[in-house]
T-cell receptor, first 115, second 112 residues
């Protein structure tokens, strides 16, 4: 049981390049999330998926797209990377969004540097 | 936009009890309060969750007053390994969607 896994661990991009961050969970959770964490800052929600086939915007969705490929996988895509998107990206999952008692389980993060 | 508020940083010494308070003025009736711990280069990890009064587990206690506008995470007899950032999380609901907002986090430093 690996929990939440993320790939890649680290990535360097040039401005304007695109890439997809991958996330998978093996806990049979319904809900998945993408956060970004800037140096010395808290986590900000980018997008979330309450259940397979649905996605919704979080606090900072601009510049990103997501795909809930199936129940296990939730990807985050940067179509045209900008230096302002340099951050650490965390994926998380929980049994269900909208449940007050939900506990989110986090992956190890992807460090992205945009030059 | 409702949000949580925590102290930016706190210092303490090994063996002391540490209390970190989070303000959440707009918490809804059915919302729970959850605390996470984050070490450098790792994702946040669940510590404790509560709705009202007091909750205790093997690592911490959570105190929530009757008005639920704040909560206090209590770490008994801290050690150097408790040095981390602690986040308070409350689930806020807006119309038919839920917005998930982490607090800014409290950076706790424990000294020998």
């Amino acid at each position: 049981n690996a929990g939440v896994t993320q790939t890649p661990k680290f990535q360097v991009l040039k401005t304007g390049q695109s890439m997809t961050l991958q996330c998978a969970q093996d806990m049979n959770h319904n809900s998945m999330y993408w956060y970004r964490q800037d140096p010395g800052m808290g986590l900000r929600l980018i997008y979330y998926s309450a259940s397979e086939g649905t996605t919704d915007k979080g606090e900072v969705p601009n510049g990103y797209n997501v795909s809930r490929l199936n129940k296990r996988e939730f990807s985050l895509r940067l179509e045209s990377a900008a230096p302002s998107q340099t951050s650490v990206y965390f994926c998380a999952s929980s049994e269900a969004v909208g449940s007050s008692q939900e506990t989110q389980y986090f992956g190890p993060g992807t460090r992205l540097l945009v030059l | 936009l409702a949000k949580t508020t925590q102290p930016i940083s706190m210092d303490s010494y090994e063996g002391q009890e540490v209390n970190i308070t989070c303000s959440h003025n707009n918490i809804a009736t059915n919302d729970y309060i959850t605390w996470y711990q984050q070490f450098p280069s790792q994702g946040p990890r669940f510590i404790i969750q509560g709705y009202k009064t007091k909750v205790t587990n093997e690592v911490a206690s959570l105190f929530i007053p009757a008005d639920r506008k704040s909560s206090t995470l209590s770490l008994p007899r801290v050690s150097l390994s408790d040095t981390a950032v602690y986040y308070c999380l409350v689930l806020y609901r807006y119309s038919s969607a839920s917005k998930i907002i982490f607090g800014s986090g409290t950076r706790l430093s424990i000294r020998p």
